[in-house]
T-cell receptor, first 113, second 117 residues
Framework: AQSVTQLGSHVSVSEGALVLLRCNYSSSVPPYLFWYVQYPNQGLQLLLKYTTGATLVKGINGFEAEFKKSETSFHLTKPSAHMSDAAEYFCAVSSWGAQKLVFGQGTRLTINP | EAGVAQSPRYKIIEKRQSVAFWCNPISGHATLYWYQQILGQGPKLLIQFQNNGVVDDSQLPKDRFSAERLKGVDSTLKIQPAKLEDSAVYLC???????????????FGAGSRLTVL
């Protein structure tokens, strides 16, 4: 079975500061990894995904994530936070043939002016 | 392209009543998912359809929840009778026919928020 653990249900950073949201996964097979963002009263929107190949993945809005197999991690980063980044972020895992996403519990990101 | 449409956006019912949610996926998307998102938790898959066939309903509480996708397009999710613990946002998502072995990107609707009193 696959699972995802997001460390920290709530992260708060200042505008312009580094954003780091942590995600660790468990999978017995090579994983596909995703980050989704959810703004208030909206559905989830894909930020980025890793399937195979380059382990550093760039997504929308300046976000990126690095797949580290040895650490079973897929942490999400952004060099400089904007107020518009305030939202809930979800890490998710799938795998070849699995056809479904398993989500972590989410991390709420707050940006302080 | 139009997104995933869901209705109603909000519903308040008393426990033991019934409720139905409707989803219209992106045109041409073969796979449709219903997820339950309880406050403070990540989305949990309830049921997955490929065209009008069920692929996975292992986490669907079948004594009270039912879902159908009769013509392989839109879908309804029904809860009868509702319990207090069913209060959640019900998210519908769709994706193209899976030719990537599980790396498909899901497109989500805005969700239907259910409050059971």
């Amino acid at each position: 079975a696959q699972s995802v653990t997001q460390l920290g249900s709530h992260v708060s950073v200042s505008e312009g500061a580094l954003v780091l949201l942590r995600c660790n996964y468990s999978s017995s097979v090579p994983p596909y990894l995703f980050w989704y963002v959810q703004y208030p009263n909206q559905g989830l929107q894909l930020l980025l995904k890793y399937t195979t190949g380059a382990t550093l993945v760039k997504g929308i809005n300046g976000f990126e994530a690095e797949f580290k197999k040895s650490e079973t991690s897929f942490h999400l980063t952004k060099p400089s936070a904007h107020m518009s980044d305030a939202a809930e972020y979800f890490c998710a895992v799938s795998s070849w043939g699995a056809q479904k996403l398993v989500f972590g519990q989410g991390t709420r990101l707050t940006i302080n002016p | 392209e139009a997104g995933v449409a869901q209705s109603p956006r909000y519903k308040i019912i008393e426990k033991r009543q019934s409720v139905a949610f409707w989803c219209n996926p992106i045109s041409g998307h073969a796979t449709l998912y219903w997820y339950q998102q309880i406050l403070g938790q990540g989305p949990k898959l309830l049921i997955q359809f490929q065209n009008n066939g069920v692929v996975d309903d292992s986490q669907l509480p079948k004594d009270r929840f039912s879902a159908e996708r009769l013509k392989g397009v839109d879908s309804t999710l029904k809860i009868q009778p509702a319990k207090l613990e069913d209060s959640a946002v019900y998210l519908c998502a769709s994706s193209p026919r899976d030719r990537t072995g599980g790396a498909n990107v899901l497109t989500f609707g805005a969700g239907s928020r259910l409050t059971v009193l």
